[in-house]
């Protein structure tokens, strides 16, 4: 089932990127062979194929103040420690609020709140599901701070008793953190992106998120247009 719903999204994904007439197809029991004919900026499509970002919603855990200002140094029940893009450390709540699975629709466009002064930014639709829980958790906790975490999944290479092996490494990065001043439901936007991550992420979540991870084992090139890519999840 994970291996139908990648080719399904690596299909959206392909679309999105204005790749004409692109193959999809089963190789074997656990690979994907795409095609992508006429396709001049490959690196950029492949980039977008394999991408694995993603965002979710965390409450700010009442300690965090005291934690950020060194005045307590363990982390309490119920928390987690993570960074934001500044480099700032903040302790979130367990509880995951919402999720990438729970993101109907993503559009890049430009930030509309007169506080983010225009810069990039991701406007989101959640699903019902998504919506009901974030109406429920920032009408409960008006005045209280809550906090989006992008996660994208880094692949490298890795020598491991002399053999080269592909790594997946996942990173949390806090790019929102703020005060909640009315509840929220379904639609609302955030920021803390490039435009390029708020493009390449919007096209991501908007297409839905991979089943399985993948792993790109082959890159060839046939004729001068024609390119090929190998991915098993």
Sequence with gaps: AALEKNMLILKRRLNEAGVSEPVVQRHGESGIVVQMPGVENADDVLA?????KTLEARGVHEDSDSFERGVITVVPLGAEVYTTKEGRRILLKDEIIWDGANIQDAVAAVATSPSSGGRPAVHIRLDAKGGEENLKYTTKHV????AIVYIDTVQFTR?????????????KTVISDATIVSPLSRDFETTGFSQKVAQQL?????????AAPMIILEVRTVGPTFGSDNSRP
């Design 202 to 210: 919007a096209s991501q979540l908007g297409s839905g998120a991979l």
């Design 48 to 52: 977008t194929l394999n991408s694995q």
């Design 159 to 171: 020598v491991v008793d002399g053999k080269r092996i592909l790594v997946n490494e996942v990173q």
């Design 143 to 146: 005045y209280k701070r809550m």
